[in-house]
């Protein structure tokens, strides 16, 4: 258990089960805890470190918790949503220039009170399938695509409620 473990013995753990941890370490770094079962770093290299994300879904041991920095990273603005929708995906036309009305609308729903809101990932895949499957961006609030939108729902919530709330707004 984490909570019964060195942090030493955590970041080991880790290295042993997730190998591709391993290339993100330095050349050379030494993986062996010492007598007293540290790992140690080898003196005149980076010290390696780990980072850890978290949704907030499960709460982490505190025994864990009291060996880790907190940062908060905020939930992006409009302008840096953008800029990550472009990065992700190429935009057509119509597309592109809809954009900010996109991200406004997306803004509403996480806003709706859903239990999860949906993530930035949720945004750039459902800007994707709304592409593929050949909706019409300047027609999303029109009757004849209400269906064709409530289909892409289920991409920006993970539970009934959710898409229950979404379906009615």
């Not at 080991?12 to 993986?31: F, H, I, S, V």
């Not at 010492?34 to 907030?56: C, E, I, W, Y």
């Not at 930035?120 to 009757?143: A, S």
Request: proline share 9%.
């Amino acid at each position: 258990r984490i909570d019964q473990a060195s942090l030493s013995d955590y970041a080991g753990y880790m290295l042993d089960n997730k190998p591709e941890l391993r290339r993100l370490l330095p050349a050379g770094t030494q993986l062996q805890p010492d007598a007293q079962g540290f790992l140690r770093h080898d003196p005149g290299r980076p010290r390696p470190f780990m980072v850890l994300t978290s949704n907030s879904e499960k709460n982490l041991p505190d025994a864990f918790l009291r060996r880790c920095i907190f940062y908060h990273i905020p939930f992006p603005g409009p302008d840096k949503l953008a800029e990550i929708v472009r990065t992700n995906i190429v935009l057509q036309p119509a597309y592109a220039a809809v954009l900010d009305d996109l991200i406004e609308r997306f803004g509403q729903l996480r806003a709706s009170g859903l239990r999860k809101k949906p993530a930035t990932d949720e945004l750039v895949k459902w800007i994707d399938i709304l592409q593929r499957r050949g909706i019409d961006p300047g027609q999303l609030d029109t009757p004849a695509m209400r269906s064709a939108l409530l289909a892409t729902f289920p991409v920006l919530v993970k539970n009934r409620e959710d898409l229950e709330r979404l379906k009615n707004l």
